[in-house]
Nanobody, 120 residues
Framework: QVQLVESGGGLVQAGGSLRLSCAVSGRYVMGWFRQAPGKEREAVAAIGWQSDNRTYADSVKGRFTISRDYANKMVYLQMDSLKPEDTAVYYC?????????????????WGQGTQVTVTS
């Protein structure tokens, strides 16, 4: 069982940036998901074993970037041009497999979540 530890959430004004970090050891497909109050958990971005294998939700394309650093055992989510609708608890998750996936049911290991709040 892989242990996932997220960090980097916080409060930011619209148009600002945050970077989320997730500590993970081993080769997993990694994803970032978010859940706003009263809404279902949704995929934000995912990355496969190869760092150029990435996929994004349409709502964040061009604003968010997922990356991974095997040497430091980290996965990152760089969030730029943040909007109030990006406000949610963000979760790092791991899945077995090779290619990036945004199918939430494929992820069986989850971090504790980190709050991101974007004010207008």
């Amino acid at each position: 069982q892989v242990q996932l530890v997220e960090s980097g959430g916080g409060l930011v004004q619209a148009g600002g940036s945050l970077r989320l970090s997730c500590a993970v050891s081993g080769r997993y497909v990694m994803g970032w998901f978010r859940q706003a109050p009263g809404k279902e958990r949704e995929a934000v971005a995912a990355i496969g074993w190869q760092s150029d294998n990435r996929t994004y939700a349409d709502s964040v394309k061009g604003r968010f970037t997922i990356s991974r650093d095997y040497a430091n055992k980290m996965v990152y989510l760089q969030m730029d041009s943040l909007k109030p609708e990006d406000t949610a608890v963000y979760y790092c998750a791991a899945a077995r497999g090779y290619s990036a996936s945004v199918v939430v049911q494929e992820y069986d290991q989850w971090g504790q979540g980190t709050q991101v709040t974007v004010t207008s």
